[in-house]
Each structure stands twice: as C-alpha cells, then as structure tokens.
C-alpha cells in the first residue's frame, strides 16, 4: 500500500540519497510498508537516524504497529530486511548460522549457512530484531560490536571477523513489562536511538480502517474507532492489560464485521484472547454499549 507521508524535502532528499540502488539482491526482503504514524515527526527521526546509521529501538504497546513500522522502513529505503524473533531459546545459531555437512565434487565438506546477523552485515541490509527484551541476557551481548561504531563482530563458529557492508542498520523493537521479558542493560540500551510508538487514534485510525480492512460501513468503522478509543483508556487506567487494546486485534475484528455481527467479531478477535475472566467480561460491556 502506497501512503503519501508529505514528508519535508530534505528528509525526501535523504531517503532518496539512502536509497539501495546497487542490485537486485533480497529483493524478496524488502517490505512493503503501509505504517500511517500518529505523528509524521517519529518517521522523520527514524530516517534522521538511521541515514546516520544508528540503531533505533521502536519501543511500545502490543499491536502498536511496531513491526509495521520497521516494514515501512524497509520500504522507504528499498532495504531488505532480514528477522530475528527474540525467545528464551535464542543462541548464537539463531543469529549467526550454523555448520552442516555438505557434498562438494562428490565429496563431503562442512558448509556454514548464515544467519540473519551474518547475512544482513554481508549484504548491507537492515536486520529487524523483535521483541528484544525476551532473549537472555547472555545472548545479545555477542552483538554488541554491531551495534556500535565497530560495527563488526567475530562469527563463533567460523573464527571470522565480520564488518558489515554500508547501508547496514539495525532496527530492534520492545515490549515492556510482558511475562517473560528482562530490562535492556544499559550497554545495550546505549547502542540505540529510542523511538516511543503509540497507539493510533481518532482519523488516523478511522483511515487505517478504511484503507486495510473489508469494513465498508462508515457508522461501523466509527463505533470501532470509539471502541478503541474506550479501550486504551483504559488500558492507561489499569484496568485492562495492553493486550486488550491490540490495533492488530481492533483490525481482525474489523475485518470479521464484514460478515459477522460485531460484537461475535470482536469476541473472537479480542476478548477470547484474554486470559483474566474479569477483563473478558469488561471488554464484553464495552462492545454492548456500542453494537
């Protein structure tokens, strides 16, 4: 989807100067974008940044639209864009690649396949890590020369030193206070320009709608813009988890009351999700007194 951002010329000017123009390689990887930010000044400070090649940490609510905006990224800068997804099981294989046994000229050699690190920092690519705050703690720190001026790191299971190609940058994303997550070291914090992404709200949502959904109904489309609304106030509040006010979620649910009554969409979009019988049953008040 192509979204006219009107942004200021000399960011224009960047974008067009950043731009990857050399060859055809991972073209599969580059993303197609549609991210519609709640204020055009965090895309602006995110190419800001990464024209400068520093590292920027998209931090936020769930289904805030993080991973959709470092697609746009993608996109913008005609960057391909490899992924990590950050677990508890994340190792170095994970992010660096593995050896196997391969047969070369009938014979049998060990062959190393790349990861997403080696191969974003060989191609001049962006590497996307999400939710980084789930890996453990002991992981990342073996990237920590990439994210700095260094800009290189030793792959362990080949003994080679790595520096990567121009035009490579990495885009991390966070998701605090979750089960399962641990607070960023400083060291690793330090390494990246801190972006906040919000939820959207108001026109701009009523637009995102609009433009990425089967939801034709305009007093519908108002009713979820309103819900919404509802919900992430009181997410502010205390009174629901992130969860329940998931634009992803809001989407779905969009999507489903094109052909299912709204309320049942919104059930089984977003308060089946929800693990508190408490919150389910708020959520479910909230839908009745709009649908």
């Known amino acids: ?32 974008g549609g991210y519609v930010p709640p204020h055009t000044d965090l895309l602006i400070d995110a190419i800001s940044a990464l024209s400068m090649g520093k590292n920027i940490l998209l931090k936020g609510p769930t289904g805030a639209g993080k991973t959709k905006f470092a697609e746009t990224l993608s996109s913008l800068f005609h960057q391909p864009m490899f992924n990590v997804n950050c677990s ?14 391969a047969y070369e ?31 453990k703690p002991e992981t990342l720190p073996l990237i920590n020369g990439v994210l700095d001026y260094r800009r290189t790191v030793t792959n362990p ?6 520096t990567a190609e121009e035009g490579f940058n990495v885009i991390a994303a966070i998701n ?18 801190v972006i906040d992404v919000p939820y959207l709200e108001g026109e701009q949502l009523r637009e995102l709608i609009q433009s990425n959904t089967r939801l ?59 693990e508190e019988e408490r919150e389910r049953e708020f959520v479910k008040n909230l839908a009745d007194t709009l649908f």
């Open 1 to 32: 989807m192509h979204i006219n951002y009107n942004l200021p010329e000399n960011i224009t000017t960047i974008l067009n100067t950043n731009q990857r123009t050399d060859d055809n390689t991972f073209q599969e990887l580059i993303r197609q």
């Open 176 to 193: 605090e206070g979750y089960v399962g997550t641990v607070p960023l070291n400083e060291a690793l914090k330090n390494r990246f320009i």
């Open 216 to 274: 034709t109904n305009n007093t519908t489309i108002d009713l979820f813009v309103t819900l919404s609304s509802d919900l992430i106030r009181s997410v502010a509040q205390g009174k629901l988890s992130e969860e329940a006010a998931s634009i992803r979620a809001l989407l779905d649910a969009c999507d489903l009351s094109s052909i299912i009554p709204p309320k049942r969409a919104i059930l089984r979009s977003i308060v089946d999700k929800l």
């Open 105 to 135: 000229d009938g014979k049998q050699v060990i062959d190393f396949v790349p990861g997403p690190v080696t191969s974003a920092m060989n191609s001049g690519a962006f590497l996307y890590i999400d939710e980084v705050n789930m890996a």
């Open 157 to 162: 299971f080949t003994n080679e030193i790595i």
């Open 88 to 101: 508890v099981d994340l190792d170095a294989e994970s992010l660096m690649g593995f050896k196997t046994l």
